[in-house]
Each structure stands twice: as structure tokens, then as C-alpha cells.
């Protein structure tokens, strides 16, 4: 049979553009196909469309480590990032081999045709196509595009107003002159309430319980003054170095010295409020980096509070009424307009079915090895970024250790890869559980599970993986190679002109 691709990668967002330019430059050879749900490149970059829409990481680090980013400001907007991502993409000409508007519904392994068939659906015609390919790489991220997480809040159905989620925001939303409510205290809401505070009457954060705020420069002055002596390729190679390893740094201090670095941010975030009166509001009950630090632009989020423009109410909903929320301390906020930034659905694989020779394969149920390929899976990776760091150092490493692989098995004529591990290394710890986020607890069954360690064991460790990724030799005991027949079947013999991955296989001890 005809095999469509030898690489099919699923999602053009940040980390499916990421991986389609590392084949690009490594393996000019292979066919190469991607298959996007939108219309559009940029994944996450051109759904999230709310007010203030930025990295949470700064850009130095959160670039393409191939693709430079040279502009100074620290922390961009949504439009700059989706942009830079199609820029690349056509710089490295990957933006051809993009079919949009195709929903992956399912995939399923032949181990007899030694390929993978993907359904996916045109959504524009309701038509169901197949498409094969030798190896798959899927890259859509960890959340369900689809729909966001809404708590099911007493009388929503009594609000009058506009009752919106970040993840699908109004095209044409007026909040000018209006009171509004922003329901949430994570990454998305102290993003928000700033933003929209430059026209709204009043904007109110309403919040369960505190999250860990900082303020980062908008403007990266020391690299600004660098570029005035240095080459800007010198002046890049050492912001990205400097950004990449202090945010390591505070995560690591984080980690082994919780009271000192929570008595650190406390106290920063005590000078930007100059209002004892504010802290209670920003002072969690956990540790940092038990869930994850949300970083403000020139502390932005406590101008707009310092202001008045903007307040933090920390209570629970008792119900919505017909003109606002009334609080389970008898406190009523009125609102014209209430934002439920309540967080995010996660979701594997972007929601598709897996099968392996007809037998339906559950991601919860299994490690992933080196972070990358998914055990008993094969011929087959999973790019997922970091949650504790810029999100594309990962991508970067996980797409250059994928190249690396398919040079090796083509270079020894293998055709399948799959991991293999032994019966009790799993935990029942998922990928995530160094979070303790109200997302990562509620989709944890869907989560690729821990091993005891190494290469089973996720790190979030650039350093660490840095060295497996890029240094280790692509062979060991746990994975199982396959290599083509000398004699291949008739099928393969009638399908034409192939690559050196097609035919049966003999399996490599």
C-alpha cells in the first residue's frame, strides 16, 4: 500500500511548527505532513483572543531556540507570538505541508502494515478522511480546545449580563464604563483584570484563595544596553542563558527552601502594594511553585489595585443573582459583565482514540519514555513543554531527540520503535503531580503515569533532560527496534516507490 507521510504531526501551534522545522533542517527527506483543527497557525496563540492575551514566560527563553527573539519586551502579547510562529513557519517553509480545518478523531497502529491510519474530519463538509503514515508525533498540547473549565455555579441563569470564558472571548465584548467581575486568581485573571481596567468602570478579582504574583520588568533594559556594545547574536545567547537559568534557580530554591522564597515573594509583592491591608489577598496557604507563579508586567496587576481602578475580594460564590454574586459572607458584587476565569479541561493527545492492532490503548495507563515516545505505543511521540519553565525549552529538546531517532532507524533500516517497560516500574503519580492546581488534580486519570526513574520518570528539568535528550545514545534495553525483511511481502512490493521504513519487520533484540 501507499503510505501518505513518513512523519505526520498533529497541530500547527507553537510545538507543532517547533517539531515540523527541526525535520525540516534534519530530515529534508521525509515526507511530512500537518493536519490542524483551526484555520489558522498559532495553536493555543490564535484561540486565546481575551484583553492583555500574553507569555507567561519571558521571550528570550520562550523562542525558538533555532528562531531567535530579538525584540526587548519581556513578556509579549498574544498577536506577537502568534506571528512569530507563522513567520517561522514560513521561514523554514513547513507552512506548505499545513491542511486546516481537520479534526483528529482516532489512530490506529497495523503492525501487519506497519503504519499509522488517522481519521480526521472536515469539519467545513462533515467528510471523514484516512490518512497513513509510518511515524506519528502528536503536538496539541495539554488542554481541551473545545471547552474550558466551568464550575457549576448556583443561579449562573439568573444573570442578566454577559457571562463569558477567557478560552472563547466575544469577538466584540464592550466593557467600557461597565463593572466587571473576573471570577479566578491564576495566569489568565491577572492578566485580565489590568488589562481591562484601562476601560472598565471598576474591575473586582474574586477568588477562592491567593495565588503567588510577581512583577517582571516589561522591558529588558540590561539587554537593551548590552546591543549597544555587542553583537545582538552575543546579546541573545546570553539573555536566553542568564533567563533560563535564573528561572531554574527560583525554582529549585523553591523547592528546597519553601519559607525563604515565600517570605521573598511575600515581601515583593508588600512594596508594590504599599497596603498592608492588601496581603491577606496575596498571600497563599501553599507553598511556591506548588502550583505555579503568575507573573505581572511592571507589576501592572498592583498599579491598577494601588489606582482603585481595580479590587481583590477572596470569598466563596454563594449564587449568582439577577445583577451580580452574592458571596457565602453576605457581601454582594455588582457586575455588569462577569469574566469565569476558572481555569482549563486537560486532555491528552488533543482527544483522540489510540489503537494498536485493534485493541483501544489508554494514556493513563502507561509511562512515557524520556518524556517523548509512549510505552507499548509505537512509532509514535507525544511533544508536551514544561509546566515549571518556558514551555518551548522542552519542545525543542523533545523534537531534536525525535529527529535523532528517525535518523538512527533509518540509518539501521528499522521500521518500528516502541518502549518497553517492566511490569512494576509504574507509579501512580502522573506527569504532573509535582502541581497541585485544581486543573492537574481533575484530569489526572488522563494523564500519562510516573515510573520509579529515569528514562521513565518525568524530571521538568532542563539540565537533565538536556543531557538525555541530546547526549545519550539513542539505544537501550527499553526500547524495541524492528527491522525490514531482506524479502518484503507482496504488498509492499506493489506499492511503489518507498522509503527505507517500509516492509515487515524482524524484531532487534
Not at 203 to 227: E, G, K, N, W
Not at 299 to 325: C, M, N, P, W, Y
Request: with cysteine.
Amino acid at each position: 500500500m501507499n503510505i501518505d507521510y513518513d512523519v505526520l504531526i498533529i497541530g500547527a501551534g507553537l510545538s507543532g511548527i517547533g517539531m515540523a522545522c527541526h525535520l525540516a533542517k534534519t530530515c529534508p527527506g521525509k515526507r511530512v505532513g500537518i493536519v490542524e483543527r483551526r484555520g489558522a497557525i498559532g495553536g493555543t496563540w490564535d484561540l486565546f483572543r481575551y484583553p492583555g492575551i500574553r507569555s507567561d514566560s519571558d521571550m528570550f527563553s520562550f523562542g525558538y531556540a533555532f528562531r531567535p527573539w530579538h525584540e526587548l519586551k519581556v513578556l509579549a502579547d498574544g498577536a506577537s507570538i502568534r506571528r512569530y510562529i507563522a513567520e517561522t513557519a514560513r521561514e523554514y517553509g513547513v507552512d506548505r505541508w499545513i491542511r486546516f480545518g481537520l479534526k483528529v478523531l482516532d489512530a490506529s497502529w497495523s503492525s501487519d502494515l506497519q503504519c499509522w491510519t488517522i481519521r480526521v474530519l472536515n469539519e467545513a463538509n462533515n467528510e471523514t478522511i484516512a490518512l497513513t503514515t509510518r511515524f506519528l508525533v502528536s503536538c496539541t498540547g495539554y488542554y481541551n480546545y473545545d471547552h474550558g473549565y466551568l464550575p457549576a455555579f448556583p443561579g449562573v441563569e439568573r444573570f442578566t449580563g454577559p457571562c463569558v470564558h477567557p478560552q472563547h472571548w466575544p469577538e466584540n465584548l464592550d466593557y467600557r464604563d461597565k463593572r466587571v467581575v473576573v471570577i479566578g486568581s491564576g495566569a489568565t485573571a491577572v492578566t485580565l483584570v489590568p488589562a481591562l481596567s484601562n476601560q472598565a468602570a471598576h474591575v473586582t478579582m474574586l477568588q477562592r484563595s491567593p495565588s503567588y504574583i510577581f512583577s517582571v520588568p516589561a522591558y529588558d533594559a540590561i539587554s537593551a544596553a548590552m546591543q549597544r556594545l555587542l553583537p545582538v547574536s552575543w546579546v541573545y545567547r546570553i539573555a536566553r542563558w542568564r533567563n533560563i537559568h535564573l528561572q531554574r534557580l527560583i525554582y529549585k530554591a523553591a523547592k528546597r527552601w519553601p519559607k525563604r522564597v515565600r517570605a521573598g515573594l511575600l515581601s515583593h509583592v508588600r512594596r508594590q502594594l504599599g497596603d498592608a491591608g492588601h496581603m491577606p489577598h496575596f498571600t497563599p496557604a501553599y507553598n511556591p511553585w506548588d502550583e505555579r507563579l503568575c507573573a505581572v508586567p511592571d507589576g501592572d496587576l498592583f498599579k491598577v489595585i494601588r489606582d482603585g481602578k481595580a479590587s481583590v475580594v477572596t470569598d466563596h460564590i454563594e449564587t449568582f443573582t439577577e445583577t451580580g454574586i452574592r458571596l457565602k459572607s453576605g457581601k454582594t458584587i455588582e457586575a455588569d459583565i462577569i469574566v469565569t476565569a476558572t481555569g482549563l479541561q486537560l486532555q491528552s493527545l488533543g482527544g483522540m482514540d489510540i489503537k494498536i492492532d485493534g485493541r483501544s490503548h489508554r494514556v493513563g495507563h502507561s509511562m512515557t519514555y524520556k518524556s517523548v515516545l509512549m510505552q507499548d505505543v509505537p512509532n509514535m511521540a507525544n511533544v508536551f513543554g514544561y509546566t515549571n519553565a518556558p514551555w518551548t525549552l522542552k519542545v525543542d529538546l523533545a523534537a531534536g531527540y525525535i529527529c535523532r531517532l528517525l535518523e538512527h532507524m533509518e540509518h539501521h533500516g528499522y521500521t518500528t520503535v516502541t518502549p518497553r517497560a517492566a511490569a512494576d516500574d509504574m507509579l501512580d503519580e502522573t506527569i504532573m503531580d509535582s502541581l497541585q492546581s485544581g486543573y492537574v488534580k481533575r484530569g489526572r486519570d488522563g494523564l500519562p503515569r510516573q515510573g520509579h526513574a529515569l528514562p521513565w520518570r518525568v524530571m521538568h528539568d532542563f539540565v537533565t533532560d538536556s543531557d538525555m535528550l541530546t547526549r545519550h545514545l539513542i539505544e537501550d534495553d527499553a526500547l524495541e527496534f524492528t527491522r525490514a525483511r531482506a524479502a518484503r511481502t507482496s504488498s509492499a512490493m506493489n506499492a511503489g516507490p518507498s522509503s527505507s521504513m517500509d516492509g515487515a519487520n524482524d524484531r532487534v533484540a
